[in-house]
């Protein structure tokens, strides 16, 4: 019943991308997974459809790997009948059936695309923009969270001594952001700590490079709590 339902709502959004012209996906990556949102509108439609459009598990984080992944999930929304339970008696078998004319379609009218301001995000958009692939995506969109970062960074660039401090201290907190085992570290030390200015046990520093905080929290945290910094 779940797979019929679900198949019944697949259905009534490809038919609003195949009387679309326009196309906007909301693409969110991380930790090799990546959600997908999407907005479409049609030339005699006043208001836009909105819904999900799918995921990818497992994708290669890279830039290659999203477009991939991208890929991927809009073959996945074209193909209908896929996956069907156990004891059900399909024609088309277990693989579904493609509609090859509207993935191509739906490629045609993508014409922006939503992310955050992470480097493997901007340059997966970027290359997006092929004749084989998404010919008419030509708009990266962000939200003020990400794109607010680059007001704060300038702030920091217009002093060198400022800028080789903060490139020197996020340096370190980006080791420890990335690295499993200094962030597990960094979170005993801070659970340890008994002189914190705060009640919050912070379990990171939050220096991933694409939001605004980016340039703040790291070092807030470590005067916030220097006893559980120095312990790591």
């Not at 030339?43 to 992944?69: K, M, V, W």
Request: charged share 25%; proline share 4%; hydrophobic share 30%.
């Amino acid at each position: 019943m779940l797979w019929t339902l679900n198949e019944s709502f697949n259905d009534i959004k490809r038919d609003h991308l195949r009387r679309a012209e326009c196309l906007n996906i909301i693409r969110d990556e991380r930790h090799s997974r990546m959600h997908i949102r999407y907005r479409c509108i049609g030339a005699h439609e006043t208001l836009p459809n909105i819904g999900y459009f799918g995921q990818c598990r497992g994708n290669d984080p890279s830039a290659l790997g999203i477009i991939e992944g991208t890929v991927k999930v809009y073959k996945e929304v074209c193909t209908s009948r896929a996956n069907p339970p156990k004891g059900a008696s399909l024609s088309c078998g277990p693989s579904g059936i493609f509609d090859e004319s509207l993935f191509n379609h739906c490629k045609n009218i993508t014409e922006a695309c939503s992310t955050d301001s992470a480097e493997n995000e901007v340059v997966a958009t970027r290359d997006m923009r092929r004749p084989e692939l998404f010919p008419n995506c030509s708009f990266q969109l962000r939200d003020m969270v990400h794109s607010s970062r680059r007001v704060l960074s300038r702030l920091w660039k217009a002093s060198p001594r400022l800028n080789h401090c903060y490139e020197f201290f996020g340096l370190i907190a980006s080791i420890i952001q990335w690295s499993d085992d200094l962030r597990r570290i960094y979170s005993e030390c801070t659970e340890q700590s008994s002189d914190a200015a705060v009640s919050t046990k912070f379990q990171h520093l939050r220096a991933a490079k694409h939001r605004i905080e980016t340039h703040l929290t790291p070092m807030s945290r470590c005067c916030l709590d220097p006893s559980g910094e120095h312990s790591l």
